[in-house]
């Protein structure tokens, strides 16, 4: 079992009754809600967060690509991914990933992977989605009836640039370029790993299953929910003769630890309450674009994670429901440590994504969840499935090989990050007022 | 009314309806959400014309969408469709988005419409006047952007959701499928540069607008009569965007002039 330390980087601060008062927090969401100078503080906790997860032992570091969105705020995962690639030394960097389609031309993503994969040594998993409707239609403007066939074109380019030996032409249908040749190459061969992080879309598991790219459900249903999704894409593994290699599958699920079940529900219940009632206010509108799901996946049924109809089954969910319904797997080591393995053996899941900061989860809970879970669980569910060889993690420098950043010298200069505020004192003050 | 399936070019098959065995030939290029089965004004145009109302690709049964990606192609396309109907040219009407496409078609081709009617038409962008999103819109705010009177018969009739859920998946289907096909021309702003080309058409042109549309607002009747040379402009009262279902009576006779004329 590997463990990926996955971050959204919410803003911690919106209003009491911001599901009130707005529509979304996505696409149109007031500019003046986002404070800059909140901003400055929570990224850097949360760089401190994900160095730390590096430091406990977590597999890998993940972040992802969100756009318009007070709950993502990582327009440019890459940012986030070169700031850790010098600042960690253990840790794979996820970054799940760059919605290829969005990049003119899309060898961006192609070079800066490369750069990320030669910075870190071949620490780099590339994820490639599709995006949501709302980051890639509502937001970038890209035509919903188009973007699949664009986005594979992109996936095709990417691969080739990343493995021909010569300067090839490319004449696709949205790209033209007389000269591809890319500089720097990427460290892992033939290409660092691709996961095809999805939503739910029918064709993503053909796609994933065609190419032997890992799969990972981003999903915030938790893995009751998730199973039907996990289903399909196994049906079509299994229907392809593929091996059913649980390390083929990644899987977000929030996951909560505390030093008993009913201190997880104290400490934490509020801040789920901010992630499903607050974060993922998102209004109908923006939810799906006409032919950004397919007439399959619509027929399929599968229901997406925001919008109107998701956010009225939420809507009086209590911690006990979040729990229940496995939303959250939470509780004492011992209650996570059940849970977890059930929960991925059910959808015999190899990869699992935890989101550890959640909503409006302030520093301090931040490092007890991920220390519980490193310490106390981590090390029980670390033995599933070690009878299948895990394909699609990196394959890096040997550590004798890889360069470590020289001592910088500010340490001294400046107050440790530890006895400066965090951000919730200052900003929750700045609310107060 | 006849429905009539028509293969062009082993590329498309166009389900298309037509109306009138009499007088000179009128193309009808309907709006983003297609044909209704409820288009009494076609009908009653067939008394003096020959009316063809294709359904564009994508649209009811007609196939070969994936051969249409913007205006260009779909202009090109009508122009192969005429071809094929033996109308080289034709009185051309077109309603929003298939007013955006008629003026395309004319402009590429000036030969190509005899005389050119764009009633509430898509086409052009000003920032002033920001043209509501509609594929953002919830279905409950459709009806009051398309509608002068939401109350009205016609407005109840073409705004109506199904309620049985098999008949509401279909329903959801088709409308998905013709908004993807509209994206490729509307999305996210509905200007792919006819302001670029409109000098070109010649026709004389007949502009028609509903006087509260508040999807494609009067104002933008304007923009059009600024870049068509030979231009008239009918407003409708007591119309919205759907100015031909809500007032089909005013609309007929404005049209029936302009062509008769």
Redesign the interface.
């Given at each position: 079992m590997k463990f990926t330390w996955f971050h959204l980087m919410p803003y911690r601060f919106l209003p009491e009754d911001f599901k009130d008062k707005y529509r979304s927090v996505w696409v149109d969401i007031p500019r003046d809600l986002y404070d800059p100078k909140i901003g400055h503080q929570l990224y850097n906790d949360y760089l401190d967060q994900l160095e730390f997860a590096d430091q406990m032992g977590f597999d890998g570091l993940g972040v992802n690509e969100h756009h318009q969105n007070a709950y993502g705020l990582m327009p440019s995962p890459n940012i986030m991914a070169a700031s850790l690639a010098r600042r960690t030394r253990n840790a794979n960097l996820v970054v799940l990933g760059n919605s290829i389609a969005l990049y003119n031309p899309p060898i961006r993503v192609a070079e800066e992977f490369a750069m990320l994969d030669v910075i870190s040594g071949g620490r780099l998993v590339a994820g490639f989605p599709v995006g949501t409707s709302m980051d890639t239609?509502?937001c970038y403007?890209e035509?919903?009836?188009?973007i699949r066939e664009k986005y594979y074109e992109a996936h095709d380019l990417i691969i080739k640039a990343w493995t021909e030996d010569k300067p090839f032409a490319w004449n696709g249908k949205y790209t033209k370029l007389r000269y591809v040749n890319l500089w720097p190459r990427p460290i892992q061969k033939p290409h660092p790993p691709i996961w095809i992080p999805g939503g739910g879309s029918v064709e993503t598991w053909d796609f994933c299953a065609d190419h032997a790219h890992q799969y990972s459900f981003l999903s915030y249903f938790g893995y009751l929910q998730g199973k039907k999704v996990a289903d399909g894409y196994w049906d079509v593994m299994s229907k392809k003769g593929k091996e059913l290699n649980p390390y083929s599958m990644g899987f977000a699920q929030v996951v909560a630890v505390a030093e008993t079940d009913q201190q997880a529900e104290k400490d934490y219940a509020p801040h789920m309450d901010y992630f499903y009632n607050r974060c993922l206010h998102v209004?109908?509108?923006?939810a799906d674009?006409?032919?950004y799901?397919t007439?399959k996946t619509?027929?399929a049924g599968i229901l997406g994670q925001v919008g109107e109809r998701a956010s009225r089954i939420r809507q009086n969910l209590n911690w006990g429901d979040f729990v229940e319904q496995g939303y959250v797997i939470a509780g004492s080591p011992k209650t996570v440590r059940e849970r977890l393995s059930e929960a991925m053996k059910h959808l015999h899941c190899g990869h699992l994504m935890l989101l550890m900061q959640i909503g409006s989860m302030p520093p301090e809970l931040v490092r007890k969840n991920t220390q519980l879970f490193a310490t106390e669980v981590m090390p029980h569910v670390r033995g599933l499935w070690s009878e299948y060889e895990d394909k699609w993690s990196p394959k890096r420098l040997p550590q004798a090989e890889i360069q470590m950043p020289a001592r910088v010298h500010f340490e001294t200069a400046e107050p440790s990050r530890a006895s400066r505020p965090a951000a919730g004192i200052t900003a929750e003050a700045r609310n107060a007022k | 009314m006849n429905t009539t399936q028509k293969i062009l070019g082993g590329k498309f098959s166009i389900e298309m309806q037509t109306f009138g065995s009499r007088g000179e030939p009128l193309l009808f290029l309907h709006g983003a959400g297609g044909l209704t089965g409820m288009d009494g004004f076609l009908e009653e145009l067939g008394a003096d014309f020959r009316v063809y109302a294709p359904h564009l690709p994508g649209y009811g049964e007609s196939t070969g969408n994936e051969h249409i990606?913007d205006v260009i192609d779909a202009a090109l396309f009508y122009h192969q469709l005429m071809d094929e109907l033996g109308i080289p040219s034709a009185h051309v009407v077109g309603h929003s988005m298939g007013g955006m496409l008629a003026a395309e078609l004319a402009a590429l081709d000036v030969h190509r419409a005899k005389k050119l009617v764009l009633v509430s038409s898509a086409g052009f962008w000003l920032d002033a006047h920001p043209i509501p999103?509609l594929?953002?819109?919830?279905l409950n705010e459709i009806a009051g952007l398309l509608f002068h009177d939401t109350k009205s018969a016609a407005a109840q009739m073409l705004a109506a959701i199904p309620q049985d859920m098999k008949a509401l998946?279909v329903w959801?289907?088709e409308?998905?499928?013709?908004?993807?096909?509209?994206?490729?021309f509307l999305?996210?702003?509905p200007d792919r540069g006819l302001k670029k080309r409109a000098y070109r058409i010649s026709s004389p042109t007949l502009l028609v607008w509903g006087e509260s549309d508040k999807l494609v607002p009067p104002i933008y009747a304007k923009e059009f009569s600024s870049r068509i040379r030979n231009c008239k402009l009918e407003i409708i009262k007591q119309a919205g965007h759907m100015v031909m279902y809500e007032q089909p009576a005013a609309f007929c006779k404005v049209v029936r002039d302009f062509l008769n004329g």
């Open positions: 239609n509502f403007g035509i919903p009836a188009t209004y109908q509108g923006f674009a006409p032919g799901r007439v619509i027929q | 990606d999103d594929f953002a819109a919830q998946e959801y289907v409308r998905v499928k013709r908004f993807a096909m509209a994206s490729k999305w996210p702003i």
